[in-house]
Nanobody, 122 residues
Framework: QVQLVESGGGLVQAGGSLRLSCAAS????????MAWFRQAQGKEREFVAH????????MYTDSVRGRFTISRDNAKNMVYLQMNSLKPEDTALYSC???????????????WGQGTQVTVSS
């Protein structure tokens, strides 16, 4: 019922920045919590950040706190992840997801985008 499409990934040097976007369509009238997850090659999917409907509840994983910023524009059905001071260990496939709950657990997210690749060179 909700479709999510990510964009904005690419290849950047360490210390650089990228802004990921997630466009939502379908049942966008529902007040979903939106999140970003990432999965590096050979590793499990990792929570990155989530944001509540009004943006009042925001959570980041420790490794990105202070470098990444999640935001949303409900009128445009968009969610963003601004990534600064990128490190090689940030290299992963980044996916956005929607949940009817506030959670950092991927199992609680029912809708997922296809992902956008972020590669950070040293």
């Amino acid at each position: 019922q909700v479709q999510l499409v990510e964009s904005g990934g690419g290849l950047v040097q360490a210390g650089g920045s990228l802004r990921l976007s997630c466009a939502a369509s379908g049942r966008t009238f529902i007040s979903y919590t939106m999140a970003w997850f990432r999965q590096a090659q050979g590793k499990e999917r990792e929570f990155v950040a989530h944001i509540s409907w009004f943006g009042s509840v925001i959570m980041y994983t420790d490794s990105v706190r202070g470098r990444f910023t999640i935001s949303r524009d409900n009128a445009k059905n968009m969610v963003y992840l601004q990534m600064n001071s990128l490190k090689p260990e940030d290299t992963a496939l980044y996916s956005c997801a929607a949940s009817t709950a506030r959670s950092s657990a991927p199992d609680e997210y029912g809708y997922w985008g296809q992902g956008t690749q972020v590669t950070v060179s040293s």
